[in-house]
């Protein structure tokens, strides 16, 4: 590594210099910060590959998930320097009819946002964004959310990486599949486990919650 990717001080520095041996490194109390997912998520954005792992901590005397930094030196393309095509957006706003995930309101194009259904912070690779992808795969990657909902899904989401408790809405303690903790025989990067989670497919949540109250 010639020069360090990130300004010196910052604390996405600091957990890019505690990986850069390669090392596994446990995010529960070798990482700096109260939520080190957030800045994983940033250096993948920057294009480092960094995996993850739950392995037991002599330290924590749990198990806990791990990070090693598999390069000091980027993969190509980073996620950072990827746009979303315009193409692509203007059918997946056309699949949904511009209506809101959460709210199922319909709204005007710039109120809402394309939201992985997949939290990137779970991310061992960067999505791939094909604007002829089919209309199957489009329902399945990705969703409409104000901005307001998709800040809040993502804290959702950093908690699960970092705790393993998945997310519910406003309290109701129901998942369409699964339970309420990440299935540990699952990778961390396997979108299996997001599967009953409101905030992966609000839809289905809604179907399941629905047929439960009709029996």
């Not at 010196?8 to 109390?29: M, N, P, Q, R, Y």
């Not at 791990?66 to 957006?89: C, G, I, N, Y």
Request: aromatic content about 10%; charged content about 30%.
């Amino acid at each position: 590594m010639t020069k360090h990717p990130f300004n010196e001080g910052t604390k996405l520095a600091k957990v890019f210099t505690i990986l850069s041996d390669g090392e596994w490194h446990c995010g529960k109390h070798e990482l700096p910060g109260t939520q080190p997912a957030k800045a994983i998520q940033i250096i993948r954005q920057h294009g480092f590959e960094i995996e993850n792992k739950t392995i037991y901590c002599d330290t924590c005397e749990d198990k806990t998930v791990h990070r090693k930094l598999v390069s000091t030196e980027p993969k190509e393309p980073s996620f950072v320097r990827q746009q979303f095509p315009a193409k692509l957006r203007k059918r997946i706003l056309r699949h949904y009819g511009n209506v809101e995930a959460i709210t199922l309101r319909k709204m005007i194009p710039n109120q809402l946002e394309v939201d992985h259904r997949f939290p990137q912070v779970r991310w061992s690779s960067d999505e791939s964004y094909d604007p002829e992808m089919s209309e199957k795969e489009l329902h399945e990657k990705f969703q409409l959310l104000t901005r307001q909902h998709n800040l809040w899904k993502s804290r959702y989401c950093e908690n699960c990486s970092k705790t393993g408790e998945r997310g519910t809405f406003i309290g109701i303690n129901f998942f369409a599949e699964g339970g309420s903790q990440w299935d540990t025989n699952l990778a961390p990067d396997d979108v299996r486990g997001c599967y009953g989670c409101f905030w992966y497919e609000p839809d289905k949540w809604r179907q399941a919650l629905n047929e439960l109250i009709k029996r």
